[in-house]
């Protein structure tokens, strides 16, 4: 397929390799180049700008930061999707935001399917992601043959309604957010009580924790935050949306919440989410 990518961020340049890989004719557009030139070199052709990357794609790929790039880029960009594209979103937004953006692409004549991903860089890497997909039955159909190439298959699941898929990723990062915060306070309580670092993460091995301790646990010890797999910042904006989303009060995320945003105002967004260990 002829496929425009659009949004070249940590997430997205793992995920335009595997369709260079797999064979498509893709077109990558960047807000920043140097991430287009790296993917340029990698088999893409690089667009100056997303309209020229947009235009005579079958499908659109969009992996952004979050909702209101979306707005600024697609419904606010003017773009010259052909007639019945494909347009896929991995950002992460709210299940508001999925319906507006169903909204006006079905306005526009467009197929849109929301699919968001569950996972760090590494399995994006491996091709073993959590994905999801919301979306009318034959669009969610077609953007499946697309989307797999980087899905764990055991972790592919068809949400229905673009909105449905919105919500199941903000579940996915709140259970993220809220286990980092309780790897974190674990270790605390463990130093607090004499137990090693190293005693208390064999411990957390065999709890309900035990993937996060495993995943962030030595990054918290050495408090090491700069290889960055999931950004402080991103979490941050997640979060967010996760407490604009719930009609009930979600007191665990507001927490973890509060810590990102002062993460962010000391100039740690960009590092990895388990900096929160230092706030």
Known sequence: MKIAFLGLGRMGRELVVHLIDAGHDVTVWNRSPEPAAVIGRRGAHVAESAAAAVEGAEAVI?????????????IGGSLPFAPDALWIDVTTVSPADATEFAAWASGANIRYVHSPVIGSLAPARAGAL?????????????ARKIVALWADPNKLRILGLPAKAATGKLVANLALAVS??????SLRLGESGSLTPQEVLDTLGITTIAPIAALKGETVVAGEFDDTQFSA???????HLMLATSTQPLPAVELVAGILDRVIAAGDGEKDLAVIARA
């Open 180 to 185: 980092m915060e309780g790897l974190v306070e």
């Open 233 to 239: 910042a991103l979490l941050a904006k997640d979060t």
């Open 62 to 74: 969009s992996a952004f930061f979050g909702p209101d790039v979306v707005r600024d880029v697609i």
């Open 130 to 142: 959590g994905v999801l997909i919301g979306g009318e039955q034959d669009a969610a159909r077609e």
